[in-house]
């Protein structure tokens, strides 16, 4: 038995005439332990799929499974990572976290939910910032903050949307290995949605571009050979590596292409000669 | 010679550095004090207040004129010439009995002032000989279980304008325990939103004098049997339901537009719905709530005076309509004078409000 499986999930927005159809038979199984990466462009429903499996949206046919049940509502069991971290900012980067650990374990004492609490602010390397706000901190350490509360409730499986989409390329590098170091410890099962093929294959076991929307459905899988830990700069002369990168970008492309081409309208262009300052 | 010349140049540094070190203290906050802060801070504002003075005496001064001038050619038409030389002397003068009544100038303004602070403290002196009077009158009569004799003098300016400070928080309060609860639970749910605007809608915009005999309708049925102050009640009570909607407006708003990344936030930790209004919903709300509760609070205060004037409860509304209906000599510069007090204590309710607001909420950029 697959650890999540979607089944011939649909997810329509509105209704009658103005209905969308944003995701179209998405099938996806992932196993227990199990790092994969959905690739997709911008738009084209990556989103909507990580609320379909983390249960803030339901389908409007088909199944989410998790462990064999029917994914219902959000659960302590699947933590999630959003894309523009979501921290309260009313409370400090302690309190953002001790709310989330309270939460999950309801009958711990105080002490313990403290000690619970620094010890992945810690994890996060961000200790000395424990007391302050997330305006007063930068971006990658906001999401250092929202990593922290996803794994302080101690999920089975965790889901990141675009985790590190807002953030700039060297913050970027950083917290991925961050996150891989993390993740490699005691290997949860982990859901990456990513706008970045470079960025899923350095950290995921296996790739599945997201065709987009509307209609959006998943493409053939791309799984990555690539032995762990990876090391960013002997991956671009790794062989597999590149063979991967290009086949799903040529992918990718070949969607966009296919995405240009699909409109049939043709616009006629005004009969323009440009004028010539020579004569 | 040249000795006398450098000491008076020496003077004049002390007392030019004397000056900027007295100004830094009065403004601690002012990290660099420089000429052009000097000239932008204090004399730009500075002159802005002696221009206005300036500009409200020469006016009234051309007010008195053109009344002056009134009066002089009235008594000419109906009583002939004596008259009018009597009336012009009379004006002259300066006599009571035959003054122009019209803008007050600031100076007169600044006496009646004086005059209000003076009258306060013979009131205080009075109403502290009476109470030791009293004592020991009242306690035997404590003893006995009857009712104590209080002062029954008239208020002082002072003491109205406490009256009025105690009438406008009462209002506030109950606008406040009536409107954010309220607010809430209409923003939390659509239904209910939907159902209760109408009502908004209508009641937002009803007059102060209105909502007054409204209350007053239902006051003075209920407290029929009971000899409490019901002008209070009734002028504490309109006070708060003529203030309460911009809190319950934006409340309601606030609680409804919470980002939804807050929701999702609340919905993955899965927190219980009292935890989630409290911990997300409430907080994040908290500076459009505070938003409401500052206009709440301003036209609590404004529209109080209107509401003593008519309600007859003491303070500075029922002030400024009795020196109106008195008609003495100084009854316009005293009503300048309680204009200028409502206008400093409204803006500075509005900067507690302020103050109170920036530390509460997580939004601290929050301006006037």
Known sequence: MAYLELKNVSMTYGRGANATEVLSNINLTIEEGEFVAIVGFTGSGKTTLVNLINGLLKPTSGEVLFKGEPVVDTSHERGVIFQNYSLLPWLTVGQNVHMAVKEAFPKASKKEINARVEEYVAMVNLSPAINKRPKELSGGMRQRVSVARALAMNPEMIIMDEPLGALDALTRGNLQDEILKIWSKDKRTALLITNDVDEGIYMADRIIPLKPGPNATLGPEFNINIERPRDKTELNDNLEYKKTRNAIIEYLMGIGEERKSASKKVYELPELTPKSFVA | ?368
């Open chain 2, 1 to 368: 010679m040249k000795q006398s010349v450098t000491v008076v140049q020496d003077e004049k540094g002390n007392f030019g550095t004397m000056v900027k070190d007295f100004a830094i203290k009065l403004i601690p906050a002012m990290p660099k004090w420089n000429g052009k802060t000097l000239v932008r801070k204090v004399l730009i504002p500075l002159a802005s207040i002696i221009l206005f003075v300036g500009l409200w005496h020469v006016g009234a001064k051309a007010l008195y004129n053109i009344e002056a001038d009134y009066k002089i050619q009235k008594a000419l038409t109906d009583q002939g010439q004596e008259a009018a030389d009597q009336m012009a002397a009379c004006i002259a003068s300066g006599d009571v009995s035959c003054q122009p009544n019209t803008l007050p100038s600031p100076a007169q303004v600044w006496t009646s002032f004086n005059t209000l602070i003076a009258d306060h403290k013979a009131i205080s002196a009075d109403k502290a000989e009476f109470k030791a009077k009293t004592a020991a009158l009242n306690a035997t009569r404590e003893a006995e279980g009857k009712a104590p004799i209080v002062y029954t003098g008239r208020p002082s300016f002072v003491d109205q304008i406490f009256t009025s400070l105690k009438t406008v928080f009462a209002g506030f309060l109950l606008a406040l325990i009536i409107a954010v609860p309220v607010g809430v639970i209409i923003g939390l749910s659509t239904t209910l939103r939907n159902s209760f605007n109408w009502l908004i809608q209508i009641f937002k915009p009803v007059s102060p004098v209105v909502w007054l005999l409204l209350v007053f309708m239902i006051v003075k049925t209920m407290t029929k049997d009971s000899d409490s102050d019901s002008a209070f009640i009734i002028s504490f009570i309109s006070v708060g339901l003529c203030a309460m909607w911009a809190t319950l407006v934006n409340t309601a708003m606030g609680v409804a537009t919470v980002d939804k990344d807050y929701i999702n936030v609340a919905k993955v930790l899965k927190l219980g719905p009292i935890q989630k209004v409290f911990k997300v919903i409430l907080p994040s709300s908290l500076p459009l709530i505070f938003t409401g509760l500052r206009i709440t609070l301003s036209v609590a205060w404004m529209v109080l005076i209107a509401i003593e004037l008519l309600a007859q409860s003491p303070g500075l509304g029922s002030f400024v309509w009795e020196e109106f209906q008195n008609g003495a000599i100084d009854s316009n510069s005293k009503i300048i004078v309680a204009m200028f007090v409502i206008g400093i204590i409204g803006f500075l309710l509005d900067r507690i409000m302020l103050t109170i607001q920036n530390m509460v909420s997580f939004n601290k950029n929050a301006t006037a």
